[in-house]
Every structure is written in structure tokens, then in C-alpha cells.
């Protein structure tokens, strides 16, 4: 905003920003591509399918009109995932593009503490091919993980050095105490009854997530759920909302084309256990478990929001392709 003598309290500075979640949302696209040509080498349709999910994916659509630092996580995320997965099928070790692997994941760290989910899937990955290829030199490993630590650690160690220098810990959560901000809600959403019903977001999408934790993380994967975090709907964005909500209903398909890729995934990982696959599914259940644990420590309705996730929409668009393909092949 300063390069171009903007600020956000003009329409051009708030142009600019939205434009600027339009590019990264577009970026995104092109790396999720070629993700897909790597995971479905010769395989088009898998592909197109999956390229198709990403694309039109209502949380990645709504998200590009809004400005938030969970758009550029989730092209940092899946930027990390494709030199991951480039680094896995090389023939041999290439220190540049460890670097740029490490390069990646420090910027992803810098932008959200959520990218600490990717660590142990990246090194883990990386690790399990060396071991695979028998390559045991000490050297090897240096110019591997060595590399990418080493980078990652640059790119953003200083940040996370500096907060634990004034807090006395790395990581501080806006609904931290100590991070100065009081809030408080009335308690009821992590209650039993709360995470065990469902449907609402089939009748009346807006807001499901105060009757439910499912319900809230539909409401939002499909549509715009939370009207983009209005307290009334006087505010609301200027959205159809007829066709928006009607959505509820025709994403059935695809939501269930995940699920079943997603089980899919799991169990041709448990058959045929392989890095690709470890970094996919780790990645989508470590979420998961993050996802839940928060909606417990953090019970406020507006914190179940499935743009979270967007930095597993990878795995989730390999998953709608490998469901697409068992539903094909029946």
C-alpha cells in the first residue's frame, strides 16, 4: 500500500488488497494443476476433476474477495507440497530446490503458526525417500534436510524468537490472555450435544455454526456461511444468496466424492505406504485432530470456519479425484 501511496481506508488501498487475494487465489490454481500432473502422471481426468474442485470450491471463491492472511498460507502451503512432492520423484538431490523447499515452508510459518502441521510431513517425506534409496551418507542428509531446516529457520526463526523473547513462549494465539486482547462468550459450544448434531446447514445455512460443529463447517466449505464475519446481516456481502445457498444441496456430490477419497487415500496408504501419500494424509488428519482440539480450547461459534482448512485443498481435490475415479469405475 505504501509503494503505491495507498492505505486501507481508501478504495484503492482496499481495491488493491483484493486484488492482490485474487493473484494468490489464481497462483493457487496453477500450483494445484501441477500437484495433480505429478500425482496423476497420464492420468487426465483425475486431473481435470480435481483442477475443477479447487477452482470452484466455494470457500476458495468467497475467499479471493476478502482479504486475509488464510489465502496467501494456503498458496505458501500447497507451493511447499509441489517442490515436496518435485523433490521426492528427482532423480537426485537438487540443493537448490531444497532451499527453495525451505524458503516456501519458512514464509508459510511467517504468515500463520498453522504451517507447523506441514513440518513433520515435509521432513518425514523427504527422510523415508532418502532411507528409501539407501542413501545413508551424513553428507546427503545435510544437503536435504540440512538445507531446508537451515532456509526455514532464516526466513522466519526470528520471528518466532522475538515473540518468545516478550511473551516467555513461540507461539501466541490472538485469543491468547497474554497476546492483550479480553474477550469474552457464554460457554455451550463444546458441549456433547453441539458436536453431535447435524443438518441444519440443509435448512438454514447462515450461522448453522451456532447449532452445530459440522454444521458450521459445511455452512462454510460450501457457501459463505458467516456472511465474511458480519455481526448483522444488514452488513452482509453483496452475495446472491438464493443460488449461494442453493448450494447446499448440490454440493452433496462433491462433498461425498472427499469423504470417499479421503478413505480411499488412507487405506492405499496403509496398502502401499509411501511418502506422497504420507505427506497428503498427514497433513488432511493432523488438521483434523488441530481443527477439533481448537473448537474445544477456543468455544466461540465464529471460530468454525472451514477456510481454515484451506491449506489442505490439495489433499481434499486428490481426494474428490480418487472418489471420482471409484465412482467411475462402478
Same mark, same amino acid.
Given at each position: ?45 483425475? @486431473? ?48 537448490? =530446490? ?30 523415508? =525417500?532418502?532411507? @528409501? ?28 524468537? =522475538? ?21 469474552? @462468550? ?49 452488513? =452482509? ?94
Amino acid at each position: 500500500l505504501a509503494t503505491f501511496s495507498s492505505s486501507t481506508n481508501s478504495l484503492a488501498g482496499v481495491v488493491l488488497l483484493r486484488l492482490m487475494s485474487i493473484g494468490f487465489g489464481l497462483l493457487h490454481l496453477v500450483l494445484i494443476f501441477r500437484c495433480l500432473r505429478l500425482l496423476f502422471p497420464g492420468r487426465e481426468r483425475p @486431473q481435470a476433476v480435481g483442477l475443477l474442485l479447487a477452482a470452484w470450491l466455494p470457500m476458495n471463491l468467497y475467499l479471493a474477495h476478502y482479504t486475509s492472511n488464510e489465502s496467501l498460507l494456503a498458496l505458501l502451503t500447497t507451493a511447499t507440497l509441489y517442490l515436496c512432492l518435485r523433490l521426492l520423484r528427482d532423480r537426485s538431490v537438487s540443493p537448490l =530446490r531444497c532451499a527453495a523447499l525451505g524458503l516456501c515452508l519458512g514464509a508459510a510459518l511467517l504468515t500463520k503458526f498453522t504451517a507447523l502441521l506441514l513440518l513433520p510431513f515435509v521432513f518425514g517425506a523427504v527422510a523415508w =525417500r532418502l532411507w @528409501q534409496e539407501g542413501r545413508r551418507e551424513p553428507a546427503v542428509w545435510l544437503r536435504t534436510l540440512g538445507m531446508v531446516g537451515v532456509v526455514c529457520l532464516l526466513v522466519c526463526g526470528w520471528h518466532f524468537a =522475538r515473540v518468545w523473547g516478550h511473551f516467555g513462549k513461540p507461539l501466541v494465539g490472538a485469543w491468547d490472555p497474554v497476546a492483550g486482547d479480553a474477550w469474552w @462468550q457464554d460457554e455451550g459450544y463444546r458441549t456433547s450435544a453441539w458436536f453431535g448434531r447435524c443438518g441444519r446447514a440443509m435448512t438454514e445455512p447462515l450461522f448453522s455454526s451456532a447449532h452445530g460443529f459440522a454444521d458450521g463447517i459445511y455452512s462454510t466449505m460450501w457457501a459463505d456461511g458467516l456472511c465474511g464475519g458480519v455481526t448483522a446481516l444488514a452488513y =452482509r456481502p453483496p452475495w446472491n444468496y438464493d443460488l449461494m445457498l442453493l448450494g447446499s444441496w448440490l454440493s452433496l456430490g462433491p462433498a461425498l466424492l472427499m469423504v470417499a477419497g479421503a478413505g480411499l487415500a488412507l487405506w492405499k496408504f496403509l496398502r502401499e505406504p509411501s511418502p506422497e501419500w504420507l505427506l497428503l494424509n498427514g497433513l488432511v488428519w493432523s488438521f483434523a485432530f488441530a481443527f477439533t482440539h481448537m473448537a474445544l480450547e477456543v468455544p466461540c461459534f465464529a471460530q468454525i470456519k472451514a477456510i481454515y482448512g484451506l491449506l489442505t485443498l490439495l489433499p481434499l481435490c486428490v481426494f474428490g479425484a480418487l472418489g471420482w475415479e471409484a465412482l467411475v469405475a462402478r
